[in-house]
Nanobody, 120 residues
C-alpha cells in the first residue's frame, strides 16, 4: 500500500486552476510535516509548499500568491490549491511527509505523483 496517494492533476490552460489532493494510508499523530514538491523534465525537484502540524506554512517564491497549501485536520487529506497557473508550473507533483516538525528530518514518505500540464 502506497504511503501517500496524490490526485487532482490534469491539463489546463494558463490562468486556470487545479486542486491537488494527497491521501495518506496512515494517520500522522503528534508533530509532523507534509508538503508538495514538483519536478519538471530535465530539472531538479523543488519544494513548492510545506505545512507543519502546528499550521505553519512555507510557500516557494515562484508560486507565492497563487498556490495555497492546507490540511483541515489530522485525518484530512493534504491539499494544494493552484490558481493562475502558468506554463512553467508544468511538472509532476509529489506529496511527501515526515515525522517531526518541518526542518527537523528528511521527508520519509512519498507518493507516486500526479502530472500537471499547463498550456499557453
Amino acid at each position: 500500500q502506497e504511503p501517500l496517494v496524490e490526485s487532482g492533476g490534469g491539463s489546463v490552460q494558463a490562468g486556470g486552476s487545479l486542486r491537488l489532493s494527497c491521501v495518506a494510508s496512515r494517520t500522522f499523530y503528534g508533530r509532523y510535516c507534509m508538503g508538495w514538491f514538483r519536478q519538471a523534465p530535465g530539472k531538479e525537484r523543488e519544494e513548492v509548499a510545506i505545512i507543519d502540524s502546528d499550521g505553519t506554512t512555507r510557500i516557494a517564491d515562484s508560486v507565492k500568491g497563487r498556490f495555497t497549501i492546507f490540511k483541515d485536520n489530522t485525518k484530512s487529506p493534504l491539499y494544494l490549491q493552484m490558481n493562475s497557473l502558468k506554463p512553467e508550473d508544468t511538472a509532476m507533483y509529489h506529496c511527501a511527509a515526515s515525522i517531526g516538525a518541518c526542518g527537523t528530518s528528511t521527508f520519509r514518505y512519498w507518493g507516486q505523483g500526479t502530472q500537471v500540464t499547463v498550456s499557453s
